[in-house]
């Protein structure tokens, strides 16, 4: 049983996060602590919400000049991936910038409603170890209105409407856009992977 | 009235259990007395649900303000749906898409075809409380989605209970102006109503009870039965 410190940015589903953490054997500790942070073996940035309030929290807390800096494995989930980039165009929130680009959102139409919400394929586009045993075609939970374009840092992607960033790898630092607590067998996997890092 | 007579179906955990491995893609856990009653769901039930699901969880009965869904949220689910409530005060589904984002906010739709027009009923739950609301279907729909709403999950009631397929025309009228996600609920029976429903009504998804408790229908035989007429489904 390891500990993994999850970043508190404010959003209030973490529950369910934590439970599949506790399935695979390890303790989430929900933190905002740059201390508890810095020492932890990993740590997960999740977040439900919009960029800015997310931003707003981590920096009243220092964390926005602390994240960065981390050099442990560092896996950003859904609003976590997109804290990753330069900025986002929600609320036109300045974001972490540890990955060049901004993230964009997504434009609905009559048969594609945004946000995004469902199961949907992913492609991938360069193995890692954080998508070992995860072919393409792979099904996993998406909810969100703003993505990543594909870049250099991405990993795998996922069509709606235009083809974005499900997953990437940059450095020390792994994220995807997906759900991996909420995407079945698949997502444990993904997490699972993530803890074996 | 469709709803007289729930029947107790079995250990709560033990039927997320096995619809997790059965392989839905979501599930819906409704407290459907607890509007009527004047309570709200109970939290201890959703905490353990969700320590056992890897799926996404929506959870609705009796919430109210946004403390009720953020503790409903902290237990574990992903989203809230609201029906009665918002029907109350609808600046209840603004006050939760703002602070939670309209990706977690569902608001349920209870309606019936009433001198030929489709028309909202309250506190469902409850036989002898159920009422009309007073409002048309169409313009709720149209007025929730205003309001901050990230999905629909529209109930028809005629429908409802009676497995001889989900109302078709009606959800086709609701699709045609409904931009988020629309859920289709009641009067699923058969294999053909779900792969009906996909087509005909273009919905994101289709929401079953009583057929999968009962296990007339098992979820990887409708699947597999979705797949084969060419209607994308996850494995």
Redesign the interface.
């Known amino acids: 049983m390891s500990q993994v410190a999850i970043v508190d940015g404010g959003g209030?589903?973490?529950?369910?996060l934590m439970?599949?953490l506790?399935?695979l054997g390890h303790e989430g500790v929900l933190t905002t602590d740059a201390g508890v942070i810095r020492a932890a073996p990993r740590v997960i940035l999740p977040g439900?919400?919009?960029a800015r309030a997310a931003m707003e929290r981590l920096a009243a807390h220092g964390l926005d000049r602390l994240l960065p800096t981390l050099t442990q494995p560092v896996l950003g989930i859904c609003l976590g991936l997109q804290l990753l980039f330069e900025g986002s165009e929600e609320d036109d929130a300045r974001c972490l910038g540890i990955i060049p680009g901004t993230v964009r959102r997504l434009e609905?139409s009559?048969?594609r409603?945004v946000?995004h919400?469902?199961?949907n394929q992913l492609t991938v586009t360069r193995p890692v170890p954080l998508l070992a045993g995860i072919a393409s075609g792979t099904?996993m939970?998406f909810?969100?209105?703003y993505a990543a374009d594909v870049g250099a840092a991405t990993v795998a992607t996922t069509d709606y409407g235009r083809p974005f960033t499900a997953v990437l790898a940059h450095r020390n630092f792994q994220a995807c856009q997906f759900?991996p607590?909420?995407?079945?067998?698949a997502?444990?996997r993904v997490l699972a992977n993530f803890l074996a890092t | 009235m469709q709803f007289r007579d729930h029947r107790v179906v079995g250990g709560i955990i033990e039927l997320a259990a096995r619809y997790?491995d059965e392989?839905a893609?979501e599930l819906v856990f409704y407290d459907i007395t607890a509007s009527p009653e004047g309570r709200s769901v109970d939290r201890s039930w959703i905490?353990r649900v969700?320590?056992v699901?890897?799926?996404?969880?929506c959870v609705a009965g009796g919430i109210r303000s946004v403390a009720d869904?953020?503790s409903v949220?902290?237990?574990?689910?992903?989203k809230v749906s609201i029906n009665s409530p918002a029907l109350e005060r609808p600046a209840l589904i603004t006050e939760l898409a703002r602070?939670?984002?309209?990706?977690?906010v569902v608001v349920g739709i209870d309606s019936r075809v009433e001198d030929g027009e489709y028309r909202v009923y309250q506190f469902t739950g409850d036989p002898d409380r159920t009422r009309a609301s007073g409002l048309g279907t169409l313009e709720w729909v149209d007025r929730v989605q205003e309001l901050g709403a990230?999905?629909i999950v529209l109930n028809c009631m005629n429908q409802d209970g009676v497995r001889r397929g989900y109302d078709l025309a009606q959800l086709a009228a609701v699709r045609a102006r409904?931009?988020?996600?629309l859920i289709a609920s009641g009067g699923a029976g058969a294999p053909e109503h779900f792969a009906d429903v996909f087509t005909t009504a273009?919905v994101?998804?289709a929401l079953a009870a009583s057929v999968f408790h009962s296990a007339t229908i098992r979820i990887p035989a409708l699947k597999a039965y979705l797949r084969d007429r060419g209607i994308e489904v996850?494995?």
């Open positions: 209030a589903n973490i529950a369910s439970f599949a506790e399935r439900v919400g919009a609905a009559p048969d409603p946000p919400m469902g199961w099904h939970y909810v969100h209105s759900h607590e909420r995407s079945g067998p997502g444990a | 997790r392989g893609d905490r969700a320590g699901l890897d799926i996404p969880f869904a953020e949220l902290n237990a574990g689910a992903d602070r939670f984002g309209s990706q977690c990230g999905e409904c931009r988020v996600p273009r994101d998804g996850r494995p």
